[in-house]
T-cell receptor, first 116, second 114 residues
Framework: GAVVSQHPSRVICKSGTSVKIECRSL??????MFWYRQFPKKSLMLMAT?????????EQGVEKDKFLINHASLTLSTLTVTSAHPEDSSFYIC????????????FGDGTRLSIL | GNSVTQMEGPVTLSEEAFLTINCTYT??????LFWYVQYPGEGLQLLLK?????DKGSNKGFEATYRKETTSFHLEKGSVQVSDSAVYFC?????????????FGTGTQLKVEL
C-alpha cells in the first residue's frame, strides 16, 4: 500500500520549454503533497508544500512563478517548470502524506529533468 | 534551525562487512529521527525511525539508536549485501510521523562489492 507514482521518470527538452511533472497517490488520498529538488550528490531540498484545494506554500528562495504547483484533487499534484533553462536541470521528487494527521510521507520515484 | 550532518561517502565495503554510517543532528525540542534509502533512479523509501530518546529503530537488518546525549542516530548493519548498495539519508522531523517538515542530511552513498 501507500504507492506514489510520479510521471514522467525522465524528460529531456529544449531551453524555453515548460515541463509538467505529475505526482499521484495510487491507493490513498493525499491532502498534502511535497515537492523536492535533489542536486547531484546533495540532499533533498524542499521546494514547496502542496495542499489540496489551496495555494502551495513555497520555501524561501523558490520562485513560485517559475515552479507552478497545482493540487486539484486528493490524488494528484502537478509541478510545472515554466520556461525551463539548463540550470533547472535536476532530479525532482514528490511525496504524499495520507490523511490529515502526522502520517509518514511516501515518495515517488522521481523525475530526471534535463534541459538542453 | 534544524540540521542533519552525515558522514561523507562513498563508503565502499565488501559483502558481509559491518556497516556504520554516522549521523548527528541539531534541533530544538525532541525531534523524531529517520533513515531513508534511495536506490539508483528511484525515490526515497523509509528504512527505519525512532521517535524518542533511547528508541531503537530496525528494519531489514539495519538498526539505529536515538542517542539524545550525543545527538546522534548512527545507522548500522552487521553484514551488508550487494543489494544494500544505495544512498542513505538521515532525516529529522519535529513531528513523530515525519509527515511534515523533514530535514535531510546530504546522504551517504554505500557501495557493496563481492
Amino acid at each position: 500500500g501507500a504507492v506514489v507514482s510520479q510521471h514522467p521518470s525522465r524528460v529531456i527538452c529544449k531551453s524555453g520549454t515548460s515541463v509538467k511533472i505529475e505526482c499521484r497517490s495510487l491507493d490513498f488520498q493525499a491532502t498534502t503533497m511535497f515537492w523536492y529538488r535533489q542536486f547531484p550528490k546533495k540532499s533533498l531540498m524542499l521546494m514547496a508544500t502542496s495542499n489540496e484545494g489551496s495555494k502551495a506554500t513555497y520555501e524561501q528562495g523558490v520562485e513560485k512563478d517559475k515552479f507552478l504547483i497545482n493540487h486539484a484533487s486528493l490524488t494528484l499534484s502537478t509541478l510545472t517548470v515554466t520556461s525551463a533553462h539548463p540550470e533547472d536541470s535536476s532530479f525532482y521528487i514528490c511525496s504524499a502524506k495520507p490523511g490529515t494527521g502526522d502520517q509518514p510521507q511516501h515518495f515517488g520515484d522521481g523525475t530526471r529533468l534535463s534541459i538542453l | 534551525g534544524n540540521s542533519v550532518t552525515q558522514m561523507e561517502g562513498p563508503v565502499t565495503l565488501s559483502e558481509e562487512a559491518f556497516l556504520t554510517i554516522n549521523c548527528t543532528y541539531t534541533a530544538t525540542g525532541y525531534p523524531s529521527l529517520f533513515w531513508y534509502v534511495q536506490y539508483p533512479g528511484e525515490g526515497l523509501q523509509l528504512l527505519l525511525k525512532a521517535t524518542k530518546a533511547d528508541d531503537k529503530g530496525s528494519n531489514k537488518g539495519f538498526e539505529a539508536t536515538y542517542r539524545k546525549e550525543t545527538t546522534s542516530f548512527h545507522l548500522e548493519k552487521g553484514s551488508v549485501q550487494v543489494s544494500d548498495s544505495a544512498v542513505y539519508f538521515c532525516a529529522l522531523s519535529p513531528f513523530t510521523g515525519g509527515g511534515n517538515k523533514l530535514t535531510f542530511g546530504t546522504g551517504t552513498q554505500l557501495k557493496v562489492e563481492l
